[in-house]
């Protein structure tokens, strides 16, 4: 029962990692990555909350903007993660 185990945390490691890698190689997601990098450039400033910084927009479409850009980035994410899921029969 132990070998089986180690084999299946072996297993999800290694999926774990590709979903890793893809999500890194992945063009949309760099894509997108890029543009947050620039809407936080150009807009944000930041706040302290609860000890973390977090961005903030005084401009309601930019947040708008950058809330919709880290969904994407959430969606396709979930779409890479999807790909190396074990479909149950």
Known sequence: M????????????DVGRKIREATLNDEEIGRLREKLKSLLGKFAEHKLVEGE????????????EYDHTVLLI??????????FSVKDN
């Not at 132990?2 to 490691?13: L, P, S, T």
């Not at 910084?53 to 708008?64: A, E, G, I, T």
């Not at 959430?74 to 790909?83: D, N, T, V, Y």
């Open 2 to 13: 132990e070998k089986f185990e180690d084999q299946w945390q072996d297993g999800d490691a």
């Open 53 to 64: 910084l977090h961005p903030f927009f005084r401009d309601q479409k930019v947040q708008d």
């Open 74 to 83: 959430e969606k396709r994410h979930a779409e890479i993660k999807g790909l």
